[in-house]
């Protein structure tokens, strides 16, 4: 069975049909927007073609005169003359004593320089011509938005929002009880407050929705820490009674306080870690990361760490990187390494990886060969708490994979899971491959 979780994709939703009128507008102020953007357009032009001629005169003179006299002569004379009786414009060079060194008509050189750039500024009139089109496309869609916005206000402005409406809202606003959880939808019975009332029925789904998440939380949570309290209450009133005199009880009292105590503290850490992710306090510190190092890192560790299963290392040919807090991603892994841990009887192998899945992901891999899930469990495997009635024996709070569920959605990823009953289970952090911000646009 293959499970892939991923992050909510948004809905795109085409701009909202105008009348006739209101299209003629439309098209009306995009024409001007684009008439105004083609006329700078081709003042640019104009002005750089001019400069371009002016250019070229001044290298056309300052050739002539290295060409003459080998270098340029700051101490002669310059200057442009018309002659009568001859059409012409001349460029004259005169030394100290006025006598004229150099004078040549510009006017060829000028009409040759005029006819180039003409030529230019009709290729460049043409390539504006042929990206009309194009350009008229790309400024409404850069329009539709507020386009869109004008219709909306427009249809505001419409509504006929008599007194009779604005009592109904009022009624019917207050008739809300906000500590109820009934599946009750507000309906005002009125046409003209149609998206008043989806808008208000859509909140109110969403703020249930928190709060069930937030009462399932707290009850969960109270549940969990009540077995490890109610533990080491009892042992604590065991050695208040008999513990003092009795050495065995005094031990085993002594070493189930100190493990209930470790669960109990781990288990207000991962509350903790939620929590702060929640209110939006986690901050991402992310850094260009040598994602099959990490891995690779965090394989070793393992296999010092856990010495009853013997790991296997799967890497690609060639390295992968990613933009991530290697931090939180390397929490990720060693969870999901835990539960792969915990699951898989001793001595079979838990085998990690890394490698690419398409173009633009990478993926994160560990693959168990222990207990497996069925498809029902692996639907909820992420929820906070969730526990299967298969691995209720075993030890652990329910919170790891909200964890790193939490984590790997920050980063924009999601989770692809391969499970068999009694085979065991394949989950990989699939990730968007390298990318600093700012060089893809």
């Not at 700078?40 to 005169?65: N, P, Q, S, W």
Request: glycine residues 8%.
């Amino acid at each position: 069975m293959r499970v892939k979780t991923d992050m909510g994709k948004k809905e795109l939703r085409e701009p909202a049909a105008g009348s006739a009128v209101e299209q003629k507008k439309m098209t009306s102020i995009a024409r001007q927007v684009h008439f105004q953007m083609i006329r700078k357009r081709i003042g640019l032009f104009f002005f750089l073609d001019i400069l371009m001629v002016g250019a070229a005169a001044f290298a056309y003179i300052a050739g002539l005169e290295r060409m003459r006299f080998g270098e340029y002569i700051y101490s002669y004379s310059r200057g442009l003359t018309l002659e009568k009786g001859v059409f012409g414009l001349f460029y004259e060079v005169a030394d100290a004593s006025g006598k004229v060194l150099i004078h040549v008509d510009m006017i060829p050189f000028l009409r040759t320089a005029g006819i180039l750039a003409a030529v230019l500024f009709g290729a460049e009139l043409l390539l504006i011509l042929f990206g009309y089109a194009r350009e008229d496309r790309k400024i409404r869609k850069i329009l539709n938005p507020i386009y869109e916005i004008a219709l909306r206000a427009d249809e505001l402005s419409r509504f006929a929002f008599t007194e009779d409406k604005y009592q109904m809202l009022e009624v019917t606003i207050d008739g809300i009880d906000p500590d109820s959880t009934e599946e009750r939808k507000l309906s005002f019975g009125d046409k003209d407050l149609a998206g008043v009332e989806a808008a208000i029925n859509n909140l109110l789904k969403r703020m249930r929705e928190t709060y069930r998440q937030q009462a399932r939380f707290v009850n969960d949570a109270s549940h969990e820490l009540r077995t490890p309290i109610a533990v080491i209450q009892g042992y604590a009133n065991m050695l208040r009674r008999w513990g003092k005199e009795d050495g065995k009880i005094l031990d085993e009292s002594i070493l189930a306080i100190s493990n209930e105590s470790e669960h109990m503290n781990h288990l207000v850490e991962q509350l903790l870690f939620l929590a702060r992710g929640d209110s939006g306090k986690t901050v991402l510190k992310r850094v260009d990361t040598n994602l099959t190092e990490m891995m690779r890192e965090v394989y070793e560790e393992s296999f010092m760490i856990d010495e009853t299963h013997p790991y296997r290392f799967r890497p690609s040919g060639e390295e992968q990187r990613g933009f991530v807090d290697e931090g939180l991603i390397k929490q990720a892994v060693r969870i999901l390494i835990d539960n792969a841990a915990k699951y898989t009887k001793e001595g079979d192998e838990i085998y990690l990886g890394c490698g690419r899945e398409g173009d633009d992901t990478v993926y994160l891999e560990v693959q168990d060969t222990g207990i497996g899930m069925a498809e029902a469990d692996a639907e909820h495997m992420f929820e906070r708490f969730y526990r299967s009635d298969e691995v209720r024996s075993y030890q652990g709070t329910g919170l790891g994979l909200s964890i790193a569920k939490w984590i790997v959605d920050k980063h924009g990823g999601h989770f692809e899971i391969l499970t068999r009953t009694g085979l065991g289970t394949r989950i990989r952090i699939v990730l968007p491959s390298f990318d600093i911000p700012g060089n893809s646009g």
